[in-house]
Each structure stands twice: as C-alpha cells, then as structure tokens.
C-alpha cells in the first residue's frame, strides 16, 4: 500500500502527543507513592525540638520504705521501782563494837573490882570490846518514805566486865527514806528497846564484909539511832 507523506507525518505527531500524555514510569526499586525526603540536615534543623520523644523512659527509682521509728532506748530496769510501799520486809545484821559504860554507886561494876577499895571507890567509867550480836527486825511499809518495824537484839555471849548475862533487847522502830524511788537509799532509823538480861552471879564481884554493895540489875530503857 502506497502511504502519502502527510500520513505519517500525522501518525508521528499523534505518536509523540501519546507519549507525552502518559506518565513517565517511575525507575525501578522505589514505589510508586513515595513521598519526597528532605535531606538529613534539613530534617535535623526542622525538627529540632519539636520531634517527638519515642525513646523509653528510664525506669522510676523504687520508692523509699518508710523507715519505722526504733524504739527509744532504755536501761536495763528503766522502769523497775525501787519504793517500799505496801511491803513486808525482813532482815538481820551481825554486830560487834566497843562499849562505854558510865556507872553509878549501886549499878554493876564495869570490871573486875579491886579489893583494896571499897564498893563505892570501884571504876565509875569503863570501856570494853563489846560481844558479838545478832540483830533481827521485821517491818511493814505502808508508803514508799516510811517502813516501821520491830526488832529485837541478842548477845552470843554474857559480860565478864559487867558480870551480866547475854545482852537481849526488844523494841520498835521508824526507818524514814530521803529518797525512796531510787536504787540507793539513804535513810534515818530512831528505835526505842527494853533491854531484860540479869547478872551472871560471879561471885567474884562481891565484897566480902561490905553489905553495902548490892548492885541492881535493872530493866534498862533503850534509845537506837542509825542511819
């Protein structure tokens, strides 16, 4: 078939407005949508502060126990009283020392006597080695300051210088505490007692011929004071 030159000139510029309609096809390996991507100093200076943080917080710090109070020290019986109130006490006490002896006309010699004097020329003042006593006493308190009690007291031996028995005294008494709530206590004891024992009958305390000694061995009236 014999085609004039007008008719391809006319196919060839059809072809050419064909190819410039379609839409040029996209170079392999990228995908068809893909948006434009600025370059990594653009994106760094657009974005900075206001990208948003989606990296993983750090963990919180576990919380603090709460710290239980210790109790306040105490001594070792802190709490413990130390008053006598509504107690019943018992108690003794061995006892020695030395006596003085202030004597009268008809009251016990105080030593041996002297035969070369009279009965009322004998030693009027005297002072010895007591004998050993026990002391025993019971009491009740019915505050914590105050403890009155009995007591009694009694000789392990008779006198040879008085020419007397054992001693035995019987009586009552107040110990008064300064300081009645504390471990260490010092207090004031007043006791009153009647003393009973009698003469040995040593025979060498009499004068022979002399009839106007005759030593009364009385029940004495006693006075205690310690502290």
């Known amino acids: 078939m014999k085609r004039s030159p007008f008719a391809l000139a006319s196919l060839a510029l059809l072809c050419t407005q064909t190819a410039l309609a379609q839409p040029a096809e996209d170079p392999p390996g990228e995908p068809a949508d893909a ?3 600025a370059s990594p100093e653009v994106q760094k ?39 006598h109130g509504m107690q019943v006490g018992l108690r003794g006490a061995f006892l020695g020392g030395y006596k003085m002896v202030f004597r009268y006309d008809q009251s016990p010699l105080c030593k041996e006597p002297d035969l070369t004097k009279a009965a009322k020329d004998q030693q009027k ?39 007397t028995n054992p001693l035995k005294i019987f009586g009552a008494g107040l110990r008064a505490y300064t300081m009645s709530d504390s471990r260490f206590k010092i207090f004031i004891e007043p006791a ?7 003469g040995a009958g040593n025979v060498d305390f009499n004068f022979p011929g002399d009839q106007t000694y005759n030593p009364e061995y009385k029940t004495d009236f006693v006075f205690h004071l310690a502290a």
């Open 45 to 83: 200076q657009v974005g900075m502060g206001t990208e948003k943080d989606t990296s993983t917080p750090p963990p919180a710090p576990p919380a603090e126990e709460k710290a239980t109070p210790r109790p306040e020290s105490r001594e070792v019986g802190e709490d413990d009283t130390y008053g």
């Open 192 to 198: 009153v007692g009647v003393e009973t024992e009698d």
């Open 125 to 163: 003042f005297c002072g010895y080695g007591a004998q050993p006593m026990v002391d025993l006493a019971i009491s009740f308190s019915p505050l914590d300051s105050i403890e009155p009690f009995l007591w009694a007291r009694f000789g392990l031996d008779g006198e040879s210088q008085t020419n």
């Open 35 to 37: 948006a434009p991507t």
